[in-house]
């Protein structure tokens, strides 16, 4: 048995020949399954000008996720602070923790989660679109919630009642910040596998214990797919590595089809990059993720993993973390 919290890391995809709604419905159908099977969270993440990912505005759907479920933590994986005004987040979220206090979790993200014509067209201005002011904008938001603004300005609801802070990152430098804040950290492994291990001991080596953290907590976020078999498996992943390639080419679409997927005729470079983004991942049977996700929690020594299924059945998805939950039953 493998004993770590597991939790879901939804990006709301819209499939072909399917809605938008219909992608958010699945959602929250999802939701509601993986918590009956005792899944710790369920996060969403910020994507815009993407016909395959429907969860665009977080807070608005982490809201309606709220409401659908009664005990799973539900949050954001994450906001891409760089697209928003720090007050504007602090006083979503306070609000949404205001309504459903002990099971909201903020976390933030330093890129802009789009593309720059897009995410200039969210802040309507150039300044803070940059990465570079990310440190101040993080720490005018901390301020918000901790009613330590120099300005005098607080979030309400959120003003020393704030959600469970976490920073995401795919490398060191969000790493360290998340060290020297001494807040919770989440590691996108299924982004960059090559950086985990050292990102996360860049974490817990340089951490400082905060009045909300005591000591290191790291998750690790890992692509997932599980089946009855490796063959089947191997088939519920086409799609994902599918639409990657179409995001790749500038040419991002809705989730393809299996059968679709399937007749794709990549060439051999789309073929190498599908082999790349293979690393790190979770896939195959019950008895191969087992030994996967073990490998994993062993060389991450992570307080958490967060599971990311992108298959184009609602059915197989819920599969999928069905038979990952049981791995770590007793």
């Not at 890391?9 to 819209?14: G, H, I, N, Q, R």
């Not at 803070?128 to 904008?137: K, R, V």
């Amino acid at each position: 048995m493998i004993n770590i919290p597991l939790s879901v890391l939804d990006l709301a995809p819209v499939q072909e020949g399917s809605t938008a709604g219909d992608g958010l419905a699945a959602t929250t159908e999802l939701a509601q399954r993986t918590e009956a099977m005792g899944y710790s969270r369920f996060w969403v993440a910020e994507h815009h000008n993407m016909p395959g990912i429907a969860s665009a505005a977080p807070s608005v759907l982490l809201a309606h996720l709220a409401a659908a479920t009664s005990s799973i933590r539900v949050g954001s994986g994450g906001v891409m602070l760089p697209n928003h005004a720090p007050l504007v987040v602090a006083e979503q979220f306070g609000t949404l923790h205001a309504l459903h206090p002990g099971r909201i979790d903020l976390g933030i993200g330093r890129a802009p989660g789009t593309d720059q014509a897009t995410a200039l067209a969210l802040r309507r201005t150039k300044d803070g679109l940059s990465a570079e002011t990310f440190p101040q904008e993080l720490a005018a938001l901390l301020a918000y919630f901790r009613g330590t603004s120099p300005d005098g300005i607080a979030a309400t609801p959120g003003r020393d009642d704030e959600p469970e802070i976490w920073l995401l990152g795919s490398s060191g430098y969000s790493a360290q910040v998340a060290a020297i804040l001494g807040v919770r950290f989440a590691f996108a492994h299924h982004i960059s596998p090559n950086n985990t291990v050292a990102a996360l001991e860049l974490y817990r080596e340089n951490f400082r214990p905060s009045e909300q953290l005591e000591r290191p907590h790291a998750m690790v976020a890992a692509a997932a797919i599980c089946a009855d078999t490796d063959e089947q498996a191997e088939l519920l992943s086409r799609p994902r590595e599918m639409a990657f390639l179409h995001l790749m080419s500038g040419r991002p679409r809705r989730l393809p089809t299996p059968e679709e997927a399937a007749d794709f005729p990549a060439n051999d470079r789309e073929r190498h990059f599908a082999a790349q983004r293979r690393a790190g991942q979770l896939l195959g049977s019950p008895d191969t993720v087992r030994r996967q996700l073990s490998d994993l929690v062993e060389e991450t020594k992570a307080d958490e993993v967060m599971l990311n299924t992108l298959v184009y059945d609602i059915e197989a998805r819920a599969r999928s973390f069905e038979l990952i939950r049981k791995l770590t039953e007793n």
